[in-house]
């Protein structure tokens, strides 16, 4: 009975873990569908300069999204003396690892993994949508399953602002959250659970179903990295790769949509982009498939072997908190109908008092 004792006392401890990562991940749902209300209100109030609306909105953004669960995250973990005042936590995090390059050439595997996961959902998602037409299936699902739609800002300074929010700031806080504060907390309960709970919840944020399957898949990678290398800089630097790819896109897209589509040097860049992207793509295929082998041969340490990972996963969903964030992001993906529901029920019944 003595021997069980530390036992329990661990798994409660990894259960409290549990339930804090849920509620730090129900405040970034709130502070998400938050932001997108205030971002709508400030573009119908008339604010003439699409430039200055363009920049407020990101600042909204990055406090809501990016900044506010982070905070909350730093004192619920009790990561802020750990990480500021004993700056010497923090600052290994982002030492420099012996093979930086060696690393960071992970690059086109991980791309190749993340964008293959990718195309693969696109084409079940295709089939999905298919299928539901011919089997006469309401609107709402086939819709559910249609593909994002994306529409680049109509000015430079948009773009830009844009570019610099997907590769560095998405990038550093992202990392610094998940693969910073997320894995650290559960760590101690198994390496293994800490890349896979840390892999869902990345891909959880992205607000997207359609992005889930592709984040995760790069979170598991990025979680990978993390583990081998103990570095946070790395994995910073390899999201920040992976955001620029697509960022570089969203930028030729900004510029052709700038000049209406006649400026032939625009054309002719994006072109050659969309070419390199393409290359890029299928030599990280080939990449991800070739390493394989060398995954399966590389063991992830256990540092808490009594337990089992199923019963540590299965400890995890039945969290109340974490079960809240599912429902959450189920919402979330569906484009919020049961917070808009409530949201119209609260101003409703706001009305009809005054």
């Known amino acids: 009975m003595e021997e069980l004792a530390p036992q329990k006392e661990k798994m409660q401890?990894?259960?409290?873990?549990?339930?804090?990562?849920?509620?730090?991940?129900?405040?970034?749902?709130?502070?998400?569908?938050?932001?997108?209300?205030?971002v709508t209100f400030i573009a119908n109030i008339g604010i003439n300069?699409?430039?200055?609306?363009?920049?407020?909105?990101?600042?909204?953004?990055?406090?809501?999204i990016y900044l506010v669960p982070t905070i909350i995250a730093l004192f619920?973990?009790?990561?802020?003396?750990?990480?500021?005042?004993?700056?010497?936590?923090?600052?290994?995090?982002?030492?420099?690892?012996?093979?930086?390059?060696?690393?960071?050439?992970?690059?086109?595997?991980?791309?190749?993994?993340?964008?293959?996961?990718?195309?693969?959902t696109i084409l079940i998602f295709y089939l999905i949508r298919v299928l539901s037409r011919s089997l006469d299936i309401g609107i709402e699902i086939q819709r559910f399953f249609e593909p994002l739609a994306f529409e680049p800002p109509?000015?430079?300074?948009?773009?830009?602002?844009?570019?610099?929010?997907?590769?560095?700031?998405?990038?550093?806080?992202?990392?610094?959250?998940?693969?910073?504060?997320?894995?650290?907390?559960?760590?101690?309960y198994g390496c293994g659970v800490a890349i896979i709970i840390s892999s869902l919840i990345f891909g959880l944020m992205h607000?997207?179903?359609?992005?889930?399957?592709?984040?995760?898949?790069l979170g598991l990678a990025l979680g990978y990295v993390r583990y081998a290398t103990d570095s946070l800089l790395v994995v910073t630097i390899?999201?920040?790769?992976?955001n620029a790819v697509a960022a570089g896109l969203m930028f030729f897209l900004s510029l052709i949509e700038i000049t209406d589509g006649d400026h032939a040097l625009i054309n002719s860049l994006s072109e050659f982009y969309m070419i390199a992207m393409l290359a890029l793509i299928i030599l990280g295929i080939i990449a991800i498939i070739k390493k394989i082998p060398v995954i399966k041969r590389y063991k992830i340490a256990n540092d808490w072997?009594?337990?089992?990972?199923?019963?540590?996963?299965?400890?995890?969903?039945?969290?109340?908190?974490?079960?809240?964030m599912l429902l959450m992001a189920i919402n979330e993906h569906a484009g919020n109908p049961l917070l808009a529901f409530i949201v119209y029920n609260i101003i409703n019944g706001y009305m009809s008092i005054i």
């Open 13 to 38: 401890d990894y259960k409290t873990v549990c339930a804090k990562l849920g509620i730090v991940m129900c405040v970034y749902f709130i502070c998400r569908f938050s932001a997108g209300v205030i």
């Open 49 to 64: 300069n699409t430039a200055l609306t363009y920049i407020i909105q990101t600042v909204v953004l990055i406090i809501l």
């Open 76 to 120: 619920l973990f009790d990561r802020v003396i750990g990480y500021f005042k004993e700056n010497s936590r923090l600052k290994k995090l982002y030492e420099k690892p012996k093979r930086l390059a060696k690393n960071l050439g992970n690059f086109p595997a991980m791309y190749g993994l993340g964008f293959g996961i990718n195309i693969l």
């Open 154 to 188: 109509k000015d430079l300074v948009s773009a830009i602002v844009l570019v610099f929010i997907t590769v560095v700031v998405a990038a550093v806080i992202e990392e610094f959250l998940v693969r910073g504060i997320m894995y650290d907390a559960l760590k101690p």
């Open 207 to 217: 607000g997207s179903i359609h992005m889930l399957f592709y984040t995760t898949a």
């Open 238 to 242: 390899l999201h920040a790769m992976v």
């Open 305 to 324: 072997t009594e337990i089992s990972a199923k019963k540590k996963m299965v400890s995890f969903f039945l969290s109340i908190p974490v079960i809240i």
